[in-house]
């Protein structure tokens, strides 16, 4: 594996998933692979998760890392061929892909969607200007349409927690007061297709994802309907992809709810983190028995140094 920007990027996402829970139980099992090699983790965006695991990650296969607040300690990026550069874009993406390349063997970048822009947000101009450029393995950390790690770490979490062979999975729409990516949505659903579940989607009219992505995936505009003896509950804000980046109601009542998850087999809770308390979910649900959020989280290490694992190997 050269890059890995989409979930689609693995071979084979099961066999993955079991070499990840095997790298669980010896995370230091390759510590040398990476000695010599070093990984830039470059964010344009806020992080905790991705930055804390993806860095641990890395030095568990002995790599050395360096890490960036690009957003508010680079320059700001120009990623338009031919534009005369005297406004306020300091360097060219050409120039600064070939440079981080020069003091790194991987390098790994977050950069969320603009969601004013849907033509190139859809074109994954950031992440695939660094692919050209750069000429090194990327790994993509949340860019404009896609979180291959944290669909990863999902699917490890649910192998982990699955007590039936075809498992319901549903994925919920929740509020939120701001206008979220699709990102984590989307990298949901292309796991899931990839899985053998009993697959639904729930949001209400409006929310609906890109369909390119979403192919033939089940949507249920009952939120109630779609939870009845659900096994995982995933639930994720996004904005509208079709009044692209808006919010187009809050509808408060997709609060996921201690009632609306009895209606599950006993269903687990999942959330990718950060969640807003009370607005996506009740304390109740995410601090019960049954939340798996913790679990999600500890996974995202044993995601990101299996990609890289495979991205070293290849390397040589
Ligand atoms: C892993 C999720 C990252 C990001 N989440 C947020 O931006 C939440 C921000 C907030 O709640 O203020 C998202 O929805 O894509
Ligand atoms: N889930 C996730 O990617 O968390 P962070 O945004 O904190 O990295």
Request: glycine residues 4%.
């Amino acid at each position: 594996m050269k890059n890995y920007v989409n979930i689609s990027d693995l071979n084979n996402l099961q066999n993955t998933v079991q070499d990840a829970i095997d790298l669980k139980k010896n995370e230091l099992q390759s510590k040398t692979l990476g000695e010599g090699k070093t990984i830039c983790l470059l964010f344009f965006n806020n992080s905790l998760r991705t930055r804390l695991s993806t860095q641990k990650a890395a030095q568990n296969l002995g790599m050395h890392t360096i890490v960036m607040n690009f957003g508010n300690e680079g320059w700001q990026l120009e990623f338009e061929d031919g534009v005369v550069m005297n406004e306020n874009k300091s360097e060219h993406i050409k120039e600064a892909a070939k440079v981080i390349a020069q003091y790194c063997d991987i390098v790994a970048i977050r950069a969320f969607a603009s969601l004013t822009d849907k033509e190139k947000d859809n074109a994954e101009m950031v992440i695939n200007s660094f692919i050209k450029y750069a000429g090194i393995p990327v790994v993509n950390m949340e860019s404009a349409t896609k979180h291959p790690l944290q669909a990863l770490a999902d699917a490890i979490t649910m192998e982990e927690f699955k007590t039936t062979k075809k498992p319901k999975v549903v994925l919920s729409w929740a509020p939120h007061p701001k206008a979220l990516p699709h990102a984590v949505a989307n990298s949901f659903v292309e796991m899931m297709q990839l899985q053998e579940a009993d697959f639904v989607i729930t949001h209400p009219e409006g929310y609906e994802l890109n369909s390119e992505i979403t192919k033939n995936s089940r949507v249920e505009y009952n939120q109630e309907k779609a939870f009845e003896n659900a096994d995982f509950v995933y639930v994720k804000n996004w904005s509208s992809y079709k009044d692209y980046g808006q919010v187009i109601k809050k509808d408060a009542d997709w609060m996921i709810t201690e009632a609306k998850m009895k209606l599950t087999n006993n269903g687990k809770f999942m959330h990718c983190l950060p969640v807003r308390r009370n607005v996506v979910v009740t304390d109740e649900v995410i601090d019960s028995e049954n939340s798996l959020v913790i679990e999600q989280a500890n996974n995202r290490t044993y995601a990101a140094q299996i990609v890289l694992k495979k991205i070293l190997e290849k390397i040589g």
